[in-house]
T-cell receptor, first 118, second 113 residues
Framework: KAGVTQTPRYLIKTRGQQVTLSCSPI?????VSWYQQTPGQGLQFLFE???????NKGNFPGRFSGRQFSNSRSEMNVSTLELGDSALYLC?????????????????FGAGSRLTVL | AQSVTQLGSHVSVSEGALVLLRCNYS??????LFWYVQYPNQGLQLLLK??????LVKGINGFEAEFKKSETSFHLTKPSAHMSDAAEYFC???????????FGKGTRLHILP
């Protein structure tokens, strides 16, 4: 079956612009999580969506937002881009979410969207 | 709050030698523990996970990890390194209460010929 698909794979923006990234989870997966990966900070959790509801949120400013659609596809948006937002943004899907799962929430990751802010 | 510490951002081993990647965690409740691997230009793939039961967990590609509660560790090992093992490895912990998965900063494994 198809894996987690993220688009676009690469993009370049300038400071002050906004960007929208898309993630299509594995068919049947209802949870989508987003992570920011940078060389200095590693993977940092942004948020998780399950059944169109935000279930968990990391410690990022309000410029970072997301949503999930009824078909489980998710988008994340970053407004007023800063140089420090340059990163690989990873999306991961899983069958279940935090509230309802046994806890061993295995994530399947997409290849990521690499954002460069100039 | 949960946290994960991976000792060594870069580890180099010779082909055929033992691979040991260290991971220590902090969690106020018994955790779930994971190791993921990331190859260049790819997302992360699950290597193995510990939930309950046997503390020695076997994963894909010959890797295994042992959960040691007394040491709060979950080190990853492989008896004999292969060139194809060169990648970045991430240890992760999940709190049984809210399942948010926290990753370590990663260890890049280099295999020397």
């Amino acid at each position: 079956k198809a894996g987690v698909t993220q688009t676009p794979r690469y993009l370049i923006k300038t400071r002050g612009q906004q960007v929208t990234l898309s993630c299509s989870p594995i068919s049947g997966h209802r949870s989508v999580s987003w992570y920011q990966q940078t060389p200095g900070q590693g993977l940092q959790f942004l948020f998780e969506y399950f059944s169109e509801t935000q279930r968990n949120k990391g410690n990022f400013p309000g410029r970072f937002s997301g949503r999930q659609f009824s078909n489980s596809r998710s988008e994340m948006n970053v407004s007023t881009l800063e140089l420090g937002d340059s990163a690989l943004y990873l999306c991961a899907s899983s069958l279940v979410s935090a509230v309802s799962s046994s806890g061993a929430n295995v994530l399947t990751f997409g290849a990521g969207s690499r954002l460069t802010v100039l | 709050a949960q946290s994960v510490t991976q000792l060594g951002s870069h580890v180099s081993v010779s082909e055929g030698a033992l691979v040991l990647l260290r991971c220590n965690y902090s969690s106020s409740v018994p955790p779930y523990l994971f190791w993921y691997v990331q190859y260049p230009n790819q997302g992360l793939q699950l290597l193995l996970k510990y939930t309950t039961g046997a503390t020695l967990v076997k994963g894909i590609n010959g890797f295994e990890a042992e959960f040691k509660k007394s040491e709060t560790s979950f080190h990853l090992t492989k008896p004999s390194a292969h060139m194809s093992d060169a990648a970045e490895y991430f240890c992760a912990v999940s709190d049984r209460r809210d399942d948010k998965i926290i990753f370590g900063k990663g260890t890049r494994l280099h295999i020397l010929p």
